[in-house]
T-cell receptor, first 116, second 112 residues
Framework: GAVVSQHPSRVICKSGTSVKIECRSL??????MFWYRQFPKQSLMLMAT?????????EQGVEKDKFLINHASLTLSTLTVTSAHPEDSSFYIC????????????FGPGTRLTVL | EDQVTQSPEALRLQEGESSSLNCSYT??????LFWYRQDPGKGPEFLFT???AGEEKEKERLKATLTKKESFLHITAPKPEDSATCLC?????????????FGAGTQVVVTP
């Protein structure tokens, strides 16, 4: 149980284009999903908290107009990187929370974004 | 300010050589402490959640323990497939959504 998928696993795009990444909880409903960014040999950096049916909460320093998050259902959240530039190249990982007392987070496999 | 510190940064073990990783935390209140393992190019894989001091959990060659100030991840008789970065994270009551604060990780390498 507690499986989270991400799509695509890898994407290469040209500078100036927008890229959408999907995150799905496959076997449980996730009221809350999280989006992280990870640079090589570094730990995870939280970008935003996404709650179903409401606006995402962004961490300090993360541009909300650059990284659009939509959490339209209890099993799907999307991250759109708008007008991507080479500095946006990174490993993006989502997680989904089981909620309740234990509130455990389960992570997707990640998406490698390369902007040329 | 809440802090999560993992040590050592890197750990190199011979196959079968048991060892421990440390995660010390300074938080205003602990809701849960989480251990994950991460392989290169993949998302973190959930290992354990600990909620109260004195709690212990085991899974195969791994055992996690928790005190009021720190957690240990014990690796018993490791195999090369146990090589990974081990991540510790905490959640606190101050965030109602269960946001996690991660340590920097310990890179574990097990050689045959």
């Amino acid at each position: 149980g507690a499986v989270v998928s991400q799509h695509p696993s890898r994407v290469i795009c040209k500078s100036g284009t927008s890229v959408k990444i999907e995150c799905r909880s496959l076997d449980f409903q996730a009221t809350t999903m999280f989006w992280y960014r990870q640079f090589p040999k570094q730990s995870l950096m939280l970008m935003a908290t996404s709650n179903e049916g409401s606006k995402a909460t962004y961490e300090q320093g993360v541009e909300k107009d650059k990284f659009l998050i939509n959490h339209a259902s209890l099993t799907l959240s999307t991250l759109t990187v708008t007008s991507a530039h080479p500095e946006d190249s990174s490993f993006y990982i989502c997680s989904a929370s089981t909620g309740g007392h234990y509130n455990e987070q389960f992570f997707g496999p990640g998406t490698r974004l390369t902007v040329l | 300010e809440d802090q999560v510190t993992q040590s050592p940064e890197a750990l190199r073990l011979q196959e079968g050589e048991s060892s421990s990783l440390n995660c010390s935390y300074t938080v205003s209140g602990l809701r849960g402490l989480f251990w994950y393992r991460q392989d290169p190019g993949k998302g973190p894989e959930f290992l354990f959640t600990l909620y109260s001091a004195g709690e212990e959990k085991e899974k195969e060659r791994l055992k996690a323990t928790l005190t009021k100030k720190e957690s240990f991840l014990h690796i018993t008789a490791p195999k090369p497939e146990d090589s990974a970065t081990c991540l510790c994270a905490v959640s606190t009551p101050t965030d109602s959504w269960g946001k996690l604060q991660f340590g920097a990780g310990t890179q574990v390498v097990v050689t045959p």
